[in-house]
């Protein structure tokens, strides 16, 4: 069902390591000439090019592509209890570690009547995807829209497709889960046609142009998002999901291969790999996720997930090497489960969000611990990280000097400008300061 790669004793360069890499066979770039497509014929033909992609790939045309303000207190009112209650303390959780990420101002000054001061600015207007295909993600809405509120953001619109068992709505629990948070713009519009309108806006539906797409999505939505950036900012090209475990001889093949499992039901896309250099645990994992499998509700998804070319249990030499593999994989969800999960991290360089220790499951972080589920796949996590606040703002400089302080950089800054043969930039400065005595006019 999932296969073994070996790697022990091959001392394989950086290179070499890339290459071994299990990764979806399904590539980016491939959905970039369709999603182009789509976005074009959004931006040329507005709200009835959404309702037939609505047709063509929910199944259903919308009613209403703009959910009515009244509809969110009713959904909300509809939502069963304890889901509420869940959702509720997802919030408060989520909030509480996003409050700690607002950056504070500073203020430098480098000599008399010379300051630079950095201040963070919150994006004015974002739009939030949130996925609606093989399952419904109010946790999505949460993990959104918490960060953008806490770092001031004023105009915040959620898009999330039409579903057809709710006769072109979006799903009432995205829409319950938007009353709670207070969002009143919510748009019935999914994939790669949703971004196009973020990001361009649609004028005869009345939706304005975002600043910023954040949000996970299939692999049209991260080829629409890999389109539109430049047009407007983007948090990632967020793909099929990813958990990565390292694990040695002294963790619990039960608990690695559940866990496995449940990033493997998402979709048949998903990307579950142990790395250990245990061949015991190997075995064990395997015939528990046989087990698992055949238990499951979604195990046809599962079992399809853990075949792929994404999927495997690696085999290596020792924790070190173990880590160096985790690093070139730069996973979306990395679970250490070790013996010593702390020194394990130590070695650790990249990865979307780190899971530390046999109680610390990738499905805590999905819901509630506190921390943002948005995250960077597909090796990304090399050079990006997950959503935050961060995400939502942008520092200023702001410079601050006075004529004196001028004067007394003027001369470093024409020997800058002539060596770069800019004369004009040196004449601006010199234009400000008081001429010598004698000085012609």
Not at 38 to 47: A, F, K
Not at 57 to 72: C, I, K, N, Q
Not at 318 to 325: H, I, K, N, T, Y
Not at 326 to 333: K, N, Q, V
Request: cysteine-free; glycine content about 8%.
């Amino acid at each position: 069902m999932i296969r073994t790669l070996d790697l022990r004793g091959r001392g394989l360069s950086a290179a070499e390591l890339a290459r071994e890499i299990p990764r979806p066979e399904t590539d980016v770039s491939h959905a970039t000439i369709a999603a182009g497509d789509l976005i074009d014929d959004v931006r040329s033909r507005g709200t009835a090019a959404l309702l037939e992609h609505a047709e063509r790939f929910d199944g259903v045309r919308p009613p209403s592509l703009r959910v009515a303000e009244h509809e969110l207190p009713a959904a909300l009112a509809r939502l069963d209890p304890s889901v509420r209650s869940a959702l509720e303390r997802a919030i408060s959780r989520v909030r509480s570690v996003s409050r700690a990420q607002v950056p504070q101002p500073t203020r430098t000054v480098l000599s008399d009547g010379a300051v630079v001061e950095q201040r963070w600015q919150a994006i004015r207007r974002v739009g939030l995807y949130v996925p609606g295909g093989k399952a419904v993600y109010p946790s999505s809405v949460v993990m959104n829209v918490v960060p953008a509120q806490e770092a001031g953001v004023e105009s915040i619109v959620v898009a999330s497709p039409a579903q057809r068992e709710f006769d072109g709505a979006v799903h009432p629990t995205v829409l319950g889960a938007a009353a709670l948070l207070g969002v009143t713009e919510v748009y019935a519009i999914g994939g790669a046609s949703a971004i196009g309108a973020l990001a361009f806006g649609v004028d005869d539906l009345g939706l304005d142009p975002v600043d910023l797409i954040t949000g996970p999505g299939n692999v049209f939505v991260a080829a629409a998002k890999r389109l539109v950036r430049g047009v407007v900012g983007i948090d990632s090209e967020a793909g099929p999901t990813e958990i990565l475990v390292i694990a040695d001889a002294d963790a619990d093949p039960v608990l690695v291969a559940a866990d496995l499992v449940s990033q493997a039901e998402h979709d048949e896309l998903a990307a579950s790999v142990l790395v250990t250099d245990s061949a015991e645990l190997a075995e064990g994992v395997r015939r528990e996720l046989e087990r698992l499998v055949d238990a499951t509700k979604h195990g046809d998804r599962v079992r399809t997930a853990l075949g792929g070319a994404q999927s495997a249990i690696v085999l290596v030499d020792d924790e070190v090497a173990a880590a160096r593999f985790s690093d070139a994989y730069a996973p979306e969800h990395l679970e250490l489960q070790t013996a010593d999960p702390t020194r394990t991290l130590g070695l650790i360089h990249n990865a979307g969000a780190i899971f530390v220790g046999a109680h610390s499951p990738v499905s805590l972080g999905d819901y509630l611990a506190g921390s943002n589920h948005v995250l960077p796949t597909g090796g990304q996590a090399r050079f990006s990280s997950g959503l935050g606040v961060h995400t939502f703002v942008r520092p200023q400089q702001v410079i601050r000097y006075d004529a004196e302080a001028l004067a007394g950089v003027e001369r470093d800054i024409r020997a800058l400008a002539t060596a770069e043969d800019l004369p004009a930039h040196a004449d601006a400065v010199t234009a400000r300061l008081p001429r010598s005595p004698g000085a012609s006019g």
